[in-house]
Each structure stands twice: as structure tokens, then as C-alpha cells.
């Protein structure tokens, strides 16, 4: 089985524009967790996305959001990009039973804001 | 609210020897419990997890972990360390709904 994909692998970006993050589930997967990796803050959860509805949402602006379609593929979205928004963003999915699943982590994609 | 700590930001062993890295979690139900490892730029990688049974698991990689209620710790052992366990490793324990609560990492380095 493949594993979890994100695309693109690296991006830059100046302040102010807006950025879409794509992930790639492995087959058979429903749920997409999102996370933002700094050295200050280290991994914390943006959200979880599950049959194309939000399921859980972690303390992060509206700036932040995100999106599932059908085939369980799901974009992140970071409107009006500030400096403090450079980060390894990392994208997970599991199968999606609720509770607390193995999660499988793609490679991350590397944004950074100028 | 659930949190993990990680008391060490940094570790070195020699190769060969063994390892502990120490986590603490918060949480007021029975938590499940995880090891994930991070290679520079790579994403998070399983070690092993703890859901119910028997407190001792048995991961990938020669890893193990104890979970002590008592103690609200989830160590992670390895009896000999090899330089290819050099890396970022991250305790984390689950919230529901697969939100999970990530310690701040403790980076290993492995000398020769």
C-alpha cells in the first residue's frame, strides 16, 4: 500500500498571500489529522477532518482551515500568511473508528513565509 | 486537558549502550499512549503504542515501553542503541477523535 502523500513537498510564500497544502491518505483510510511542527511551539493539531466533515479542531485561527472530499484527499488552507506561519506541516491519516487509531504521518510539506 | 511532557530536550549515548527516554503525560481517563521517531525531514514514524493489556509494549526496532499509572509515565527503552536511532522522538497521547497531544520532542544523538 502506498503510504501517505503530501504535495508539495516545499513552499515559499511572502506575507500576506494565501497557501493550499495537499494530502493523500493511504487507500482505505477516512480520517486526515493536520499538524503544524515549529521548533518553539513543536507539534500541535490544527484539525481532523472525516467523511468530508470537520471532526475535531485544535486551537488555531480561522486563518487555518481545510477540506475533505469524497475520496477522503484533503487540503489545508492558510489565508493572509504571517511570518510565524513557517512550519513542517504534516498530514496523518488512520482508518477513521473515532477514539484514538494508529495514525500514519506523510513526509510533510515545508512552508516558509518571507 | 491532556499534555505530555518531555523532560529531556537532548540525549547522547554511546552506540551500544542502552536508552531511556522519560515521558509524563496528563490525562484524566485511561490514556492511550504513544512513541513516534522523526528523522530530519522526514515525518513521524510509529514506534509502538499502548491502548490496554499488559503495561509493557513491544515495538519496532527493539523498542519497548512501560506504562507506570502510578507514575503517569510511558518510558521508552532500548537495551543497545544503534547510530542509525539518532533522531527526534516524540511522546504523544490521544484525545479522541484522533487528536493527538505531542510531547516537545527529545533529540537523540548517538556517539561512535
Known amino acids: 500500500k502506498a503510504g501517505v502523500t503530501q504535495t508539495p513537498r516545499y513552499l515559499i510564500k511572502t506575507r500576506g498571500q494565501q497557501v493550499t497544502l495537499s494530502c493523500s491518505p493511504i487507500?482505505?483510510?477516512?480520517?486526515v489529522s493536520w499538524y503544524q511542527q515549529t521548533p518553539g511551539q513543536g507539534l500541535q493539531f490544527l484539525f481532523e477532518y472525516f467523511s468530508e466533515t470537520q471532526r475535531n479542531k485544535g486551537n488555531f485561527p480561522g486563518r487555518f482551515s481545510g477540506r475533505q472530499f469524497s475520496n477522503s484527499r484533503s487540503e489545508m488552507n492558510v489565508s493572509t500568511l504571517e511570518l510565524g506561519d513557517s512550519a513542517l506541516y504534516l498530514c496523518a491519516s488512520s482508518l477513521g473508528g473515532g477514539g484514538n487509531e494508529e495514525q500514519f504521518f506523510g513526509p510533510g510539506t515545508r512552508l516558509t513565509v518571507l | 486537558a491532556q499534555s505530555v511532557t518531555q523532560p529531556d530536550i537532548h540525549i547522547t549515548v554511546s552506540e551500544g549502550a542502552s536508552l531511556e527516554l522519560r515521558c509524563n503525560y496528563s490525562?484524566?481517563?485511561?490514556?492511550?499512549l504513544f512513541w513516534y521517531v522523526q528523522s530530519p525531514g522526514q515525518g513521524l514514524q510509529l514506534l509502538l503504542k499502548?491502548?490496554?493489556?499488559?503495561?509493557l509494549v513491544q515495538g519496532i526496532k527493539g523498542f519497548e515501553a512501560e506504562f507506570k499509572r502510578s507514575q503517569s509515565s510511558f518510558n521508552l527503552r532500548k537495551p543497545s542503541v544503534h547510530w542509525s536511532d539518532a533522531a527526534e522522538y516524540f511522546c504523544?497521547?490521544?484525545?479522541?477523535?484522533?487528536?493527538?497531544?505531542f510531547g516537545a520532542g527529545t533529540r537523540l544523538t548517538v556517539k561512535p
Open positions: 499502548y491502548f490496554s493489556g499488559d503495561t
Open positions: 487507500s482505505g483510510h477516512r480520517s
Open positions: 490525562y484524566g481517563a485511561t490514556p492511550y
Open positions: 504523544a497521547v490521544g484525545a479522541g477523535n484522533n487528536d493527538m497531544r
